[in-house]
T-cell receptor
Framework: DAGVTQSPTHLIKTRGQQVTLRCSPISGHKSVSWYQQVLGQGPQFIFQYYEKEERGRGNFPDRFSARQFPNYSSELNVNALLLGDSALYLC???????????FGDGTRLSIL | EDQVTQSPEALRLQEGESSSLNCSYTVSGLRGLFWYRQDPGKGPEFLFTLYSAGEEKEKERLKATLTKKESFLHITAPKPEDSATYLCAVQPGSSNTGKLIFGQGTTLQVKP
């Protein structure tokens, strides 16, 4: 069975640009969460979506937004990129509630 | 404030030398505690979920235990392929979201 897939795997942008990251959850999973992982730290929660509704938001600025589509795939958008946005962006899917979240291999975003 | 602290930050073991990794947490209610393994350039790989104090889970050379304040990941007779960063995460019971709060991880190196 296919796991969580994310695209692209790597991305290089410059300050002020906008970026869209994509995630396809494990088949049958209705919940998608996004995390930001800076080198040497644990992942930090950005958003959770369940059944196309936003269920939670972490401590990130409004430049970060996301959405979930009817097929449960998801996009994370980041506007007005800053150098500090350079990180590994991880997507995780789960069946529901407190079930384990399964992660993709992430999108490595570098801001020049 | 919900918080997760892992120790040590780094651990070097000889092949076959057993040890334990610690995850201390403060959280407003606990829906679940999760252990993940992360290899360089990859997303976190799910290992275990623990839901209540006293619970234990085992998988090959790994055993996870849970008390009301901390969790341990015991590694018995490790092999070089066990080298990775091990992440601990908690899901607060106070939140209706699937938000995970991660520690900073323990980087394990097992030498042959």
């Amino acid at each position: 069975d296919a796991g969580v897939t994310q695209s692209p795997t790597h991305l290089i942008k410059t300050r002020g640009q906008q970026v869209t990251l994509r995630c396809s959850p494990i088949s049958g999973h209705k919940s998608v969460s996004w995390y930001q992982q800076v080198l040497g730290q644990g992942p930090q929660f950005i958003f959770q979506y369940y059944e196309k509704e936003e269920r939670g938001r972490g401590n990130f600025p409004d430049r970060f937004s996301a959405r979930q589509f009817p097929n449960y795939s998801s996009e994370l958008n980041v506007n007005a990129l800053l150098l500090g946005d350079s990180a590994l962006y991880l997507c995780a899917s789960s069946d529901r509630g407190n079930q384990p979240q399964h992660f993709g291999d992430g999108t490595r975003l570098s801001i020049l | 404030e919900d918080q997760v602290t892992q120790s040590p930050e780094a651990l070097r073991l000889q092949e076959g030398e057993s040890s334990s990794l610690n995850c201390s947490y403060t959280v407003s209610g606990l829906r679940g505690l999760f252990w993940y393994r992360q290899d360089p350039g990859k997303g976190p790989e799910f290992l275990f979920t623990l839901y209540s104090a006293g619970e234990e889970k085992e998988k090959e050379r790994l055993k996870a235990t849970l008390t009301k304040k901390e969790s341990f990941l015991h590694i018995t007779a490790p092999k070089p392929e066990d080298s990775a960063t091990y992440l601990c995460a908690v899901q607060p019971g106070s939140s209706n979201t699937g938000k995970l709060i991660f520690g900073q991880g323990t980087t394990l190196q097992v030498k042959p």
